[in-house]
């Protein structure tokens, strides 16, 4: 795969980087969907409650996803400098890394659980709905982490598609465990919302174990070598400079995403569900987003190590257009269908009036989200994570949260200010990312003879 990245043709080595890349991800989006569809015949309350986890589990989740990006980096750019002891070693030091990070988290979220829940205002018939919900997911990040080094890791040698077997499977085995056991189907308990949080856990559980087992044994593109596991100085060092930014990009947005559900929840539990039925179609729509921004990622980054300045600028150039304008198309398609999307989760027709309204206003800003995100692809894939940092701070709290807090809340426009608030972040994050990424400061890579050594000027 690496003569292809750094020489095949560059939509069509995206497309086979991506395409298992967004059946990953809509396996991943049908999670959500399949505990939505379980749950919403229990209860609004069910519905809603991991609605209201989430964005918290997400924030805990997010230093995990931060610091997998600097795996990507750093497999990619030596993989594209073709070391690979030195591939092997950086894989090595991140998996260790993430593994030790993930039980202070899990810890840490189950102890706060409770607290952060009430001071995002969840609504009183959700909030022990949610505690349960948060507390179970949290002691299972341990296995959450490990799946995040093997996705990682894979992805910067180019190999999309052992991460989406795994999935795959994963997917399934939630299916199969969902009802089982919120519905206490045969020998098994009524769990409800926990039931779900259950299934969720062990399925994701079995995918990480088995991706740890392939690192290990070397049957995939990369191997953690037992010498290189205990951490070690200069190579966290370098974990925590290419990675920590986004670390931090990540957990701030995710915490963004923690106060904006508190914003939500304001309005009450029909508001709160159209928006959580809402997000889960949403993602649904993304998967295109994250197979273009993991090909971007893999690409760029080969190709920089590989001192290919000019390849890797048409990569980035040609990769956002294409992002860009399959997200028109697909944001039309749900525009159209919205109605019906919402009924198959709910009849609920507060829920349904609330949710087409949301999908009318928001679903028109994803293709400019997702420009946003391929630009930040282009960045971080030079291991630059700083800029998309910045701006996603920015786009968030400066943009999404202040604006639609003022629109909702302050000139008293209830939900509709809230959709318009997150509408204007993406068409302005995204613009204002892209033309940063037009001033070409990202062209250095930080493996090599000469790491961190200019390419080629801007044009």
Not at 63 to 74: K, N, R
Not at 181 to 189: E, Y
Request: overall charge positive; proline content about 5%; hydrophobic content about 55%.
């Amino acid at each position: 795969m690496r003569e292809r990245i750094l020489g095949g043709p560059i939509l069509g080595t995206m497309f086979v980087l991506a395409w298992p890349v967004v059946v990953s991800n809509a396996l991943q989006a049908l999670y959500n969907l399949i505990d939505a569809f379980w749950l919403g015949k229990v209860s609004t309350e069910a519905l809603s409650a991991p609605t209201v986890a989430w964005p918290v589990i997400f924030t805990f989740m997010a230093l995990g996803i931060g610091f997998q990006a600097a795996g990507s980096t750093l497999v990619a750019q030596h993989t594209g400098a073709g070391d690979r002891a030195g591939a092997d070693r950086a894989a090595s030091q991140v998996f260790s890394f993430l593994f030790l990070l993930s039980i202070c988290v899990g810890l840490t979220g189950w102890g706060l659980a409770p607290r952060i829940l009430r001071l995002v205002g969840t609504p009183a018939d959700i909030y022990p709905l949610a505690v349960s919900y948060l507390r179970i997911v949290a002691l299972g990040f341990p296995l959450m982490y490990g799946a995040f080094a093997f996705t990682g890791l894979l992805l910067g040698v180019g190999d999309t598609r052992t991460p989406m077997y795994l999935m795959g499977a994963s997917v399934v085995a939630n299916a199969v465990l969902d009802p089982f056991l919120i519905f206490g189907w045969g020998p098994l308990p009524e769990l409800g919302v926990a039931g779900a949080a259950y299934a969720t856990v062990g399925s994701r559980g079995i995918a990480a174990c088995v991706g740890i087992w392939l690192l290990a044994t070397g049957r995939v593109g990369v191997r953690l070598r037992p010498r290189w596991l205990l951490p070690r100085p200069a190579d966290v060092g370098r974990i925590l400079r290419v990675g920590g930014p986004n670390a931090v990009d990540q957990t701030a947005t995710s915490l963004g995403f923690v106060v904006l559900m508190g914003l939500v929840a304001g309005f009450g539990t029909a508001v709160v569900a159209a928006y959580g039925i809402g997000q889960r179609i949403i993602h649904l729509l993304n998967v295109a987003i994250w197979g273009a921004t993991t090909a971007l990622l893999t690409m760029v980054g080969q190709n920089l190590g590989a001192g290919q300045f000019d390849r890797a600028e048409e990569i980035a150039r040609r990769g956002i257009r294409s992002t860009v304008g399959l997200l028109v198309l697909v944001s039309l398609a749900a525009f159209l269908l919205r109605e019906p999307l919402y009924r198959l989760f709910i009849s609920d027709p507060a829920v349904i009036a609330e949710g087409k309204r949301f999908l009318g206003i928001f679903g028109f800003s994803v293709p400019f989200f997702g420009m946003f995100a391929a630009a930040s692809a282009v960045f971080r894939g030079a291991g630059h994570t700083v800029p998309p940092m910045v701006f996603s701070l920015v786009r968030l709290w400066g943009l999404r949260i202040l604006s639609s807090w003022i629109l909702a809340y302050g000139l008293g426009l209830g939900p509709w200010g809230l959709w318009v608030g997150m509408s204007l972040s993406n068409y302005l994050g995204g613009l204002g990312l892209y033309l940063w990424l037009l001033r070409g400061t990202w062209k250095r890579r930080l493996v090599g003879p000469e790491p961190g050594q200019v390419l080629a000027g801007p044009d």
